[in-house]
């Protein structure tokens, strides 16, 4: 348990009971008597907290009677590199979404995260400014033909659609089965089966210029299949162990 954590047992040790002995902050803390003296003194001269020795009752309680307890409060921002990248990486998302159908029930969980970042010494707003998350090979822009397609591989539709390749910029008119939609590394991409090259393939949706939904079923493809067949497109390898060697197929080149 680090000394954040040590903290928040004590405060809440403190608030459940009437008096809190030393054996039990050892015992709760897990660690010696000179470090639960030493939490309780910054507590005490740094964080404002209230905490006094109580004789009668041979422990430690909250005396809010104490000058300056009305300033006792924990720190809002006590949070690990992982847990601050996901709270901020989750608002950034969730703000970007824009108008759509989606738009009144990402409000509420705006909402709730910003409370979650802020207090009264941390406001959301400066934790927002001081932190950054940069994201990686971002594309401007809004996909258009984004709900088309969502909706075309939710509801189990093919789709006609005009792709012009990344690096060869050729223009192709595809009949696709779509499979599943993934995002990766803030880019949208439709993995699904092309009726053209007859094979599965993964379609970059910024580089789809037109989309329509087709009547048709699409080919469902299983899912151990796409991991195997895609997987190394988001440069996540697959293949077969074979002796104490790993084949491993090259990277599929996106809507080729």
Not at 42 to 50: C, I, K, S, T, V
Not at 129 to 135: F, T, V
Not at 176 to 198: E, F, I, M, T
């Amino acid at each position: 348990m680090d000394r954040t954590e040590r903290f928040y047992k004590i405060d809440q040790l403190l608030h459940d009971r009437r008096a809190v002995p030393m054996a039990t902050l050892i015992e709760e803390l897990g660690t010696s008597k000179a470090t639960v003296k030493r939490d309780l003194e910054y507590m005490r001269d740094r964080l404002n907290a209230p905490i006094t020795w109580d004789r009668s009752q041979r422990g430690y309680t909250f005396d809010p009677s104490q000058p300056g307890a009305e300033k006792y409060a924990l720190p809002g921002l006590w949070f690990s590199d992982q847990e601050i990248f996901a709270l901020l990486t989750m608002y950034e998302l969730l703000s970007n979404l824009g108008n759509g159908l989606l738009t009144p029930h990402v409000k509420p969980l705006l909402s709730r995260l910003t409370a979650l970042l802020g207090s009264q010494e941390d406001s959301a707003d400066e934790i927002r400014k001081r932190i950054r998350i940069l994201q990686m090979a971002y594309r401007t822009g809004r996909p258009e033909n984004f709900e088309v397609v969502a909706s075309a591989t939710i509801r189990r539709k093919r789709l006609q659609i005009s792709y012009r390749a990344r690096y060869s910029d050729e223009k192709t008119e595809r009949e696709v089965s779509p499979q599943r939609l993934v995002h990766y590394r803030d880019n949208w991409y439709l993995d699904g089966w092309c009726h053209l090259r007859k094979g599965l393939r993964s379609f970059s949706i910024d580089r789809i210029s037109k989309a329509e939904i087709l009547a048709q079923k699409p080919r469902n493809i299983a899912d151990k299949t796409l991991h195997e067949e895609l997987a190394s497109s988001y440069g996540i390898f697959s293949g077969q162990v074979v002796g104490v060697k790993r084949t491993l197929r090259p990277t599929r080149p996106f809507g080729r």
